[in-house]
């Protein structure tokens, strides 16, 4: 039998991209703010609120990034879609 323990390697903790972070703190704030099943208007005027503070807090994403943000946070805010049975 072998008796050698296996080893385990500690490799050091993932940094995460600006990207990441604004994305991962905007779906908490959609979760926490009930974004999800507001009306249109109000939900694109929160997203618009939100990007201006995201933009301030990550000065490193660039323009695209933050429009690919939005679209990501307007996905997330969509109701779940249910099958009607037929």
């Excluded at 995460?16 to 979760?31: C, G, I, W």
């Excluded at 490193?60 to 933050?66: G, I, M, R, T, W």
Aim: charged share 30%; hydrophobic share 35%.
């Amino acid at each position: 039998m072998n008796k050698q323990r296996p080893t385990f390697q500690k490799q050091p903790p993932r940094m995460t991209s600006p990207f990441e972070a604004a994305r991962d703190e905007l779906f908490q704030h959609v979760m926490r703010c009930g974004v999800i099943g507001s009306e249109p208007g109000d939900q694109k005027e929160w997203f618009d609120n939100t990007l201006d503070y995201l933009q301030d807090r990550f000065h490193e994403l660039s323009p695209a990034q933050l429009g690919e943000l939005r679209v990501l946070g307007e996905r997330f805010a969509e109701p779940a879609k249910t099958k009607k049975a037929v």
